[in-house]
């Protein structure tokens, strides 16, 4: 009963305490600033090429609240990408290759 009562509380602080799509772009900007590409982004194909052109026409981040947390995803000139996840008014940004 005790460990039902826990995740209750836990669940509905979870709820209240969503990290803002705001708070979602200020992390994903420091991940973009903070981020120095590897050896292998030296070499451009065909995939860099369209990853470019995407992100060149994405221009806007996708936010989605899942009532406990919240994900954020952010297109990027090239073949990266910025994926977010929050919760608890937490936001972790990590910079991906497509």
Do not use: W
Request: hydrophobic share 40%; net charge negative.
């Amino acid at each position: 009963m005790r460990l039902l009562l826990l995740l209750a509380i836990a669940g509905i602080a979870a709820y209240f305490t969503v990290p803002t799509r705001a708070q979602h772009e200020a992390a994903a900007r420091a991940a973009i600033q903070n981020y120095r590409p590897g050896p292998e982004a030296e070499h451009f194909s065909l995939d860099d090429v369209v990853g470019y052109a995407k992100g060149m026409f994405a221009g806007q981040g996708n936010y989605q609240s899942l009532y406990v947390a919240s994900h954020y995803t952010l297109d990027m000139p090239g073949p990266e990408y910025v994926e977010c996840y929050g919760a608890f008014t937490l936001v972790q940004c990590q910079v991906k290759r497509s």
